[in-house]
């Protein structure tokens, strides 16, 4: 997919801040050819929503006609809320109409064409599009936002179906070492808090064992977890030494 | 998925219209739990832009911090610009997040945080977070509106893998017999207009036969180019009764 090759058609857009907004999607996403059909207001390149995208405001050409604006693409769009307008233009759900413009954005222009915000696109706009695109809207409130609208068709044309499987961080897990090294202070510290006797079951001292695997730690998490026991540890130690008993609480080893 | 199980939290937004444009996104796409966390104007609610969703701004609830917009959760999910803010935080593309948030929603509420249009989630918002999010926007560009932010998110958690196979609406294909009488009709007229000689050789027939297929006509439209060349036939046969003589115009034939 050449992302230069998406022109992306607003017609007849009224608010200059949904035009900003276009824009600024736009910018996110990386398409920056934007072109205009008759703006209802001529001031929209000063539009304060277009966060950062100015310079895509800055380049929009404006044309007279959709015929005009589409003139070089080899496949032109409409988006559209409604479920279908008219049976004989093919409609494609968002997720395989991406894959078409994608493919074609591989070879030739494409144009995505937006309605303006009160109205959509007209029957006369429709007319010069190969097919038409619904965002999988609810059909109780099946009208989107403009910006919003370019946003999400934007999304899915650059969204990646293998990283929908995999994790962009995998962390680093703990050695066995590790968890073994943090297994044995906590059996430790149980047995000199008084949670469990100091010298415990075989059967206890494996589900200890078993508790900590289960916490699934990274390996940063485990070197911090081996720190806060240690540090318990002393104190415990400290305490005995010092005479102080530890005080035994409600008894909440029967969950183990 | 339970939609109702989403909790979208705005974690102190500052422009009643970025709330409601979150709102009207939420009503598109069928998320209705809407909580707010210190929000900026407490005239929120009236926000001209959550058109079609006063009910979801109506409902909303506020909270004065984030460990009570989320204690009913049991994932919190906070969405970020940043490549990596903390290493230690698992940071997931869109796509895969939402995986595990689908999954999530089959059992158990889940909160999903949106920061401040200026600042997004602070640190100390983000400890409260199992994992970070991140559209997959450019480096160059990252921060999205907040409102296409929140679109974009929950069009990717309903969004349909299978629908990206499949059309939504396979057109009726026309049968042999009417690409058949359509292909005989227009080899009358191209005889009759002196396209080609009245008695065509067969590999010329041929190619037209051919042409014909290649149109990839729906079954809708065969019978329409079927009426438009009956008529024009007509039209030819009543110019060559009355005298009339086809001129004849430069060879395009050459490319058949």
């Not at 390149?45 to 950062?52: H, P, T």
């Amino acid at each position: 997919m050449d992302k230069e090759l998406l022109r992306v058609v607003l017609v007849a857009p009224r608010n200059p801040l949904n035009i900003g907004a276009a824009a600024r999607a736009m910018s996110n996403f990386g398409f920056l050819t934007l072109r205009l059909v008759n703006p209802y207001e001529v001031a929209f390149r000063e539009a304060r929503s277009a966060v950062g995208a100015g310079a895509v405001l800055a380049s929009a050409q404006e044309y007279p006609s959709v015929a005009e604006a589409v003139a070089d693409c080899a496949l032109v769009v409409g988006t559209t809320a409604a479920q279908n307008r008219n049976p004989q233009q093919p409609l494609h759900r968002l997720e395989y109409g991406a894959r078409l413009i994608r493919r074609r954005l591989a070879v030739q222009p494409v144009a995505l064409l937006f309605g303006s915000e009160k109205f959509g696109l007209s029957n006369d706009d429709l007319a010069h599009c190969h097919w038409l695109m619904r965002i999988p809207s609810r059909p109780e409130h099946g009208s989107m936002n403009l910006g919003q609208a370019v946003a999400v068709c934007l999304y899915e044309l650059v969204r990646d179906p293998k990283a929908a499987r995999a994790r962009l961080t995998p962390p680093k897990k703990p050695t066995a070492e590790v968890l073994e090294a943090l297994t044995v202070i906590l059996l430790e510290v149980l047995g000199e808090s008084g949670y469990i006797h100091a010298r415990v079951e075989a059967s206890t001292e494996r589900k200890i064992r078993s508790l900590v695997r289960r916490l699934n730690l990274s390996a940063h998490d485990a070197e911090i977890w081996l720190g806060i026991f240690r540090q318990i540890q002393w104190r415990l130690k400290q305490e005995r030494a010092t005479g102080a008993q530890p005080k035994p609480g409600k008894d909440p080893r029967s969950w183990l």
